[in-house]
């Protein structure tokens, strides 16, 4: 029979949702029945094995410049969220990730934890979990309060279905609600290479999730109200001017000249510099009246390897084929290739014949570059 506790909770929680109340909110009353001091949901985004950002919205417990903190910097060094990369959804005390003990020794909460009245402990819900992103909700309590028990994580047990249904209800909704330029947006927001959007008075408007990330690595950009920030003098006026080229082209005065858009910045990491290309934005579409300049920044030191699945699929190549390409396009050349397959060079060079003459490259060269520009 239905646990009549369980549907009291799920019932109220997703007409709540169905309502257009947000989430945070909808779960104020489970809150209190799991005797939580504060709650909020995270998106944790990782890159290489690392956490590299998080966006969060909670009730309770830190502030919105504590928040932001976090996602901008502690996060990176936090040993929760290491954890939580790739683990199945369902619920789960983060004491079973990360040792109470480890928690209270790490510089997370010795920082910024603690200082702030951030969450000492923590019962989860992973609701979607692969390996560049995981969500979840967090109910959680301060230090001085007791742990979490065997009751209340029987609770959110029996719920963990309801909160992922409401999780994906209020996804589809707010996606429903959004027009174009939300639709816009969503789309920059999934490319791999940073976007920023500046108006006329070169105002920044947008800057994309890929650009947030290397904002925050600090290596040689961030990002302030006028776009892009840069440590160098030159570099600052060489952008500068790419930017002006740009904003005249979108007026018509001017046609951009590509040398003109264009320059590299240096990274004090020593790694492969970022590559920006200031291109005009014009009336019309999505943008409706916007008119302005994108910037577009490329991590010279990412180089996407294609999905062989994708590969085969584009331009009809065997696997071996398409294994091949990847190949190719992740910087191996046909020997080494041959060697991990277990295939004579004279096989690897018959398939790469092959690709050319699918994929209308007459040289390697040309087929590199043309893999260079797919997504990874």
Known sequence: MPNPEVAAIALPLLQAV?????????????????????????????RDGRAMGSVADGHGGCGPEARAAYANHW?????????LQGVTPGIRDMAELVPTETWRSSRVW??????????????????????AAMDGIFFQRVEDERPFGAEERRLLQAL??????????????????QGPEDAAQRG?????????????????????????????????????????????????LALSRAVTAALAA????????????????????????????????????????????MLLVTDG??????????LGRMFDLTPAEAALASA??????????????????????????????KTGCQRQADLTALLARLPG
Not at 29 to 46: C, K
Not at 160 to 177: Q, V
């Open 75 to 83: 996060v990176r060094r936090c040993p929760r969220a290491h954890a």
């Open 328 to 357: 190719i396009a992740a910087g191996r050349t046909l020997a080494e290739h041959a060697a991990k397959r277990g295939i004579s060079v004279e096989t690897a060079r018959s398939h790469m014949a092959a690709i050319r003459r």
């Open 160 to 177: 963990f279905p309801d909160l992922g249904r409401a999780f994906a209800l209020e996804t589809r909704l707010a996606a429903a609600r």
């Open 18 to 46: 169905l309502d257009g109340q947000p989430l945070v909110a909808a779960l104020l009353p489970l809150a209190a029945r799991l005797g939580a001091s504060s709650h909020s949901l995270h998106l944790v985004r990782y």
């Open 110 to 131: 010795t920082a910024w934890g603690r200082p702030h009245g951030g969450a000492f402990h923590s019962l989860t819900a992973t609701l979607r979990s692969e390996g």
């Open 301 to 310: 030191n990412r180089r996407p390897r294609p999905n062989p699945a994708l």
């Open 250 to 293: 979108s007026e018509g005065r001017v046609g951009l000249l590509e040398s003109a858009g264009s320059l590299a910045l240096p990274r004090p990491s020593g790694r492969a510099p970022f590559m920006v290309r200031a291109v005009p934005v014009v009336p019309g579409g999505v943008w409706g009246g916007f008119r302005g300049a």
């Open 188 to 236: 920059l927001d999934a490319m791999p290479d940073g976007i920023a959007l500046l108006d006329a008075d070169r105002g920044l408007v947008f800057a994309n999730a890929a650009l947030r990330r290397m904002a925050a690595e600090g290596d040689g950009l961030s990002l302030g109200a006028d776009g892009l920030v840069l440590p160098d003098r030159a570099r600052r």
